[in-house]
């Protein structure tokens, strides 16, 4: 049986691929899209998987420390390792910030004689306790280098911040030496992470600056609650005092084998009165809050891309059609049915939307690593937006459909 769908087509080929390439662009947008969604969820994911916790200790009524800041005492996590069911416990403090990369500092770039301004890198600066390798909040494998083995001044990097061994950074007031790179080591937001020793960190999340510690101590030193002149050595103790940093932002619980999170948990917050949160929390406050917000604004975007196929399909498929209806009418004088007609419509249309579900396809797979996000493409959303294609082509060649179906035979011999 000769195909009037693939005869049209061959007959304006080009027309036709030019229109489906133009198609493909935009739907492999739409895939990238969908891949930035994934990407953000399995950013988050991850994020959980390399803190090696069961279960988030943070301040009483807050959801940090990813999605709301939080505060501790450095000393909790002593009173939480003695509970029944903890294996381990380790502080960690999070600070996402600006981090300074130094011009010629003895990395492998410099060493062969390329000169480099200095830059800033956003990033998740993490403080890791020590520990050494296989604590709660130390990067669980490194792909370059060694892990932290100083208590101050050494820094191990995720690949995407772009730093290299050997280079040096500067966090807050400390320079830095990066000795060990790692990857997929990133903040919910996607930032790469910089891991430093706990104590650094503290120092750069809580450090002020000079005026405010000489105002401080100015203010300190000119109470007499303080200063009292019976009493030596009691305003250095106060001083002392305001100017060390025993605050972390959570302490990450590792649970026993044979004991349930959710148990440790609810023990933790019954004696403790701090917030526990369990694996399974916490992916819920990731996904289901930190992210929701970009989720419904990808989905808004997903749905007005969807839109403009739909009307850039039916518009050509429409086109196309009004420019034989000469030969339609001599295909409805020849006693050709209707439903013949539309069939070969809806052939073009499904044609046009898998030449640009391919080329979209191809071209998100393209575009992906060169987002500044991690861009997830999964089978099920590629089957999901095969289906969604081809659907829409369907519909949108309706417009067509009826435009063909209420041309007169009698136009075949019109004038």
């Known amino acids: 049986m000769i195909s009037l769908a693939g005869r049209d087509i061959l007959h304006a080929w080009g027309k036709f691929v030019f229109t489906g390439i133009g198609l493909g662009l935009l739907i492999g947008v739409t895939l990238t899209m969908a891949g930035v969604y994934r990407g953000m969820v399995d950013d988050g994911r991850a994020l959980l998987d390399n803190s090696g916790a069961d279960?988030?200790?943070?301040?009483?009524?807050?959801?940090?420390?990813?999605?709301?800041?939080?505060s501790l005492n450095d000393s909790t996590w002593r009173s939480l390792r003695a509970l029944p069911g903890v294996?381990?416990?380790?502080?960690?403090?999070?600070?996402?910030?600006?981090?300074?990369?130094?011009?010629?500092?003895?990395?492998?770039?410099d060493a062969a004689g390329t000169a480099r301004a200095a830059s800033d890198v956003r990033a998740m600066v993490v403080g890791i306790a020590p520990g050494g390798s296989g604590t709660p909040g130390w990067p669980p494998y490194l792909v370059a280098g060694r892990q932290l083995t100083r208590s101050h001044y050494e820094a191990v990097a995720d690949i995407a911040s772009g730093l290299a061994l050997g280079e040096r950074i500067q966090?807050?007031?400390?320079?830095?030496?990066?000795?060990?790179?790692t990857r997929r080591m990133v903040s919910s937001g996607g930032d790469p992470m910089v891991f430093i020793p706990?104590?650094?960190?503290?120092?750069a999340q809580f450090l002020r600056d000079n005026d405010a510690l000489w105002q401080s101590r100015h203010r300190t030193a000119a109470n007499p609650a303080f200063n009292r002149p019976g009493v030596p050595g009691l305003l250095d103790a106060v001083i002392a005092s305001q100017s060390s940093n025993p605050s972390v932002n959570a302490v990450l619980v590792r649970v026993r084998p044979g004991h349930d999170a959710e148990e440790v948990a609810a023990s933790i917050q019954r004696w403790q009165r701090l917030t526990a949160t369990t694996r399974a929390q916490m992916e819920d406050i990731l996904v289901g809050k930190l992210i929701a917000t970009s989720?419904?604004?990808?989905?808004?975007?997903?749905?007005?891309?969807?839109?403009?196929?739909?009307?850039?399909?039916?518009?050509?498929?429409?086109t196309l059609t009004l420019g034989k209806i000469r030969e339609i009418a001599v295909l409805k004088l020849i006693g050709t049915k209707n439903r013949t007609i539309a069939g070969m419509i809806v052939q073009q249309a499904l044609g046009l939307g898998i030449i640009g579900f391919v080329v979209g396809k191809i071209s998100a797979t393209l575009m992906a690593p060169a987002f500044p996000k991690y861009v997830l493409l999964v089978p099920e959303?590629?089957?999901?937006?095969?289906?969604?294609?081809?659907?829409i082509c369907v519909l949108a060649s309706g417009v067509a459909i009826r435009a063909a179906l209420r041309v007169d035979p009698a136009e075949a011999v019109g004038g």
């Not at 891309?305 to 399909?313: G, M, N, Y």
């Not at 959303?381 to 659907?391: E, N, P, S, V, W």
């Open 55 to 70: 279960i988030w200790v943070v301040q009483q009524g807050t959801l940090g420390p990813y999605a709301e800041p939080s």
């Open 295 to 318: 989720a419904k604004q990808i989905g808004m975007f997903l749905a007005i891309l969807a839109l403009v196929s739909a009307a850039i399909v039916a518009f050509i498929i429409y």
């Open 87 to 109: 294996q381990d416990a380790a502080n960690v403090t999070y600070l996402t910030m600006q981090v300074q990369r130094l011009a010629g500092n003895g990395s492998a770039a």
């Open 381 to 391: 959303d590629t089957a999901m937006g095969l289906a969604a294609i081809l659907a």
């Open 198 to 203: 706990l104590k650094d960190a503290q120092a």
């Open 171 to 181: 966090i807050r007031r400390n320079v830095y030496t990066v000795v060990g790179l």
